[in-house]
């Protein structure tokens, strides 16, 4: 039996009278509970308990659980009694992903509504769309939607080896898959050829589409791909990528964990050769 609780996305709600329930976040970390592994969004009663007026700044960001979730910024009150903020990268081994995608989607609408109180192009205050998730200037008439960055991820591989990369912000001996930001007027095929080739020196042959992640640090959309060799020497930036190897799939480095796009490609690379 499948006890998995449910997440329906939306922009305004239904029935305003449905019990509520929050996400509140501060400087791009989520509130835990001194028990909150797995974490999850406040309940109603719980949240009006800890702040009085549950209502002020609150984003609603869909129906969990059947209840109406909603984000809420408290950016001016970071000291809540008896719980933490913790970042969501901690948190992503005890997410399951209903919990992964109303977090995500808190922690994005939050920094999308903060960066757009003002208008870009004139100046003046903006006011929320009410039926979208926008914002609008009357003044001049512009209109602003959550925008994300879309950024290719993928694993390279070569017979039973893929190559993995270490960044220098990453932990020692910790290896995972290449990335990089699409630019402006490429492909995403385009922008995973010219990525790789950059970093490590590599040509690569045929891709293939595996899945994609929201992944809000702050706002980018993570599509991944398995890439096959070609041609070419590794040969590492020295900027982005420090150092770059081959590796067995039997054989592996520190890895990312599962939860992330990066960990579930090398993980189907790995059961794609252990399988065979």
């Not at 800890?50 to 969990?64: K, R, S």
């Not at 926008?134 to 512009?142: D, M, N, S």
């Not at 050829?193 to 640090?217: A, T």
């Amino acid at each position: 039996m499948n006890f998995e609780k449910t997440f329906v996305p939306g922009v305004v709600p239904e029935d305003g009278d449905s019990e509520r329930c929050y996400v509140p976040v501060c400087a791009g970390q989520l509130l835990c509970s001194a028990d909150g592994m797995p974490w999850e969004p406040i309940a109603g009663s719980e949240w009006r308990f800890l702040n009085p007026q549950p209502e002020a700044q609150a984003l609603f960001l869909g129906d969990y659980d059947g209840k109406h979730c909603y984000a809420v910024d408290i950016t001016n009150n970071a000291e809540v009694m008896g719980y933490s903020w913790e970042g969501m990268r901690l948190l992503l081994g005890g997410m399951s992903p209903v919990l992964y995608e109303v977090a995500a989607r808190a922690l994005q609408i939050v920094s999308w509504d903060r960066d757009h109180q003002f208008c870009g192009r004139c100046g003046s205050v903006t006011e929320p769309h009410p039926n979208e998730r926008a914002k609008i200037c009357k003044p001049c008439e512009a209109e602003y939607y959550p925008r994300l960055s879309p950024c290719i991820i993928t694993v390279v591989t070569r017979g039973d080896q893929c190559l993995l990369a270490h960044n220098p912000q990453f932990p020692a001996r910790f290896f995972s898959a290449l990335a990089g930001f699409v630019e402006a007027g490429e492909t995403l095929e385009q922008a995973l050829r010219r990525e790789v080739k950059e970093e490590v020196g590599v040509n690569v042959g045929d891709i293939r589409y595996f899945g994609s992640q929201s992944w809000p640090f702050p706002g980018q959309l993570m599509i991944g791909f398995h890439a096959e060799y070609e041609s070419g020497d590794i040969e590492v930036d020295g900027v982005e990528i420090t150092e770059a190897n081959w590796y067995r799939f039997d054989e592996l480095p520190l890895i990312p964990p599962a939860g992330t796009l990066s960990g579930q490609l090398i993980r189907s690379f790995v059961q794609r050769h252990t399988e065979a």
